[in-house]
């Protein structure tokens, strides 16, 4: 598993056990430090883990009323707890982190809804996400680091220069 897959697991195991606490105000790093303690003690993230449930929940609103228009039948009270925090750890990747390519935020969102949601999970969450992006594909609002250009593997671009 990756560096970045295991802080991702970590922050949506995070976010999971805040939100079925009822989201109690101030224990957010706590159950963030007992989650890391409790999956990967030694595990040394660089910050990524609280980056992104900081971000995911600085900008819960706004991404919760993303997920209300793109998955209109699935209000977020009647989602499961786990594909609900899954899919705001999503989006909140796919719009709002500069750093994370909307596909990888799609591709690592269905991964850890294959690994910790129901049978169904991770098309559920293609769906939603992939439709979010296909918005912002169409409205022009993708973010910058999908539209840099792809850098090739040292070992590619050795395999295709001619000697």
Not at 6 to 24: E, K, N, S
Not at 35 to 64: P, R, Y
Not at 86 to 101: H, T
């Amino acid at each position: 598993m990756s560096n970045r897959h295991l802080a991702r697991t970590i922050a949506m195991q995070t976010l999971y056990q805040w939100d079925f606490l009822g989201r109690p105000e101030g224990r957010i790093e706590e159950i963030m430090k007992f989650c890391k303690a409790e999956f990967a003690s030694n595990f040394d993230d660089g910050g990524f883990i609280k980056e992104l449930v900081d971000g995911t929940i600085t900008n819960m609103e706004q991404v919760d009323a993303i997920l209300a228009q793109f998955a209109p039948e699935w209000p977020l009270d009647a989602m499961t707890v786990v594909d609900r925090n899954i899919l705001r750890l999503g989006c909140y990747e796919l719009r709002f982190s500069p750093s994370v390519p909307s596909k990888v935020a799609i591709n690592e969102a269905i991964e850890l809804a294959k690994g910790f949601g129901g049978e169904k999970s991770g098309q559920f969450v293609n769906g939603v996400l992939g439709a979010i992006y296909k918005d912002m594909v169409a409205t022009g609002t993708t973010k910058d680091i999908d539209k840099a250009p792809v850098v090739k593997k040292v070992e590619e671009v050795q395999s295709a220069t001619p000697l």
